[in-house]
């Protein structure tokens, strides 16, 4: 299975955790500390740390072609994640945490690949909206995207 596949499904996998949560949590659960808070549970820090696990295998494998599109796949997806799961709102902020584990993969992507997800980045996330994590990323991204010019 290649690194993009796996992500994928683990985030598919996250989602659908986040609308059964959703879906079980009582009227008042999570309400003054009641019954079990949707929000504090343990599956959001497990889907984190499982992705942090992901890119860090990605970034640690042997340079090749095959790498670097798989490297420019996979950083794009987790990018791109929030987005895609922007009405998901339990799942949605820890999509948008995630896009930190792109750090490790940006230094890796070629200057014109790391230029195109610039392009797309500085468009769908204006400064005013960014949270600390998106402007490492972007900084990240058009550090990389000048490389080699």
């Not at 790498?67 to 987005?83: D, P, S």
């Not at 500085?122 to 490492?136: A, F, K």
Request: proline residues 4%; charged residues 30%; hydrophobic residues 40%.
């Amino acid at each position: 299975m290649t690194a993009l596949k796996e992500i994928q499904e683990r985030y598919a996998q996250y989602v659908e955790s986040c609308r059964e949560l959703r879906a079980s949590a009582g009227a008042f659960d999570g309400f003054l500390g009641l019954g079990h808070d949707p929000k504090k549970d343990s599956s959001h820090r497990i889907f984190y740390q499982d992705v942090e696990r992901m890119t860090e295998l990605l970034a640690a494998a042997p340079a090749g072609p095959e790498k670097a599109e798989e490297l420019k796949e996979v950083t794009e997806f987790l990018l791109k994640a929030e987005r895609r799961w922007a009405g998901e709102t339990l799942a949605v902020w820890m999509c948008a945490a995630a896009q930190g584990h792109a750090l490790k993969l940006i230094p890796l992507l070629s200057a014109q690949d790391a230029g195109e997800l610039f392009a797309w980045y500085d468009e769908n996330y204006p400064r005013r909206q960014r949270l600390p994590v998106q402007d490492q990323v972007y900084k990240a991204l058009r550090k990389q995207s000048k490389k080699g010019t």
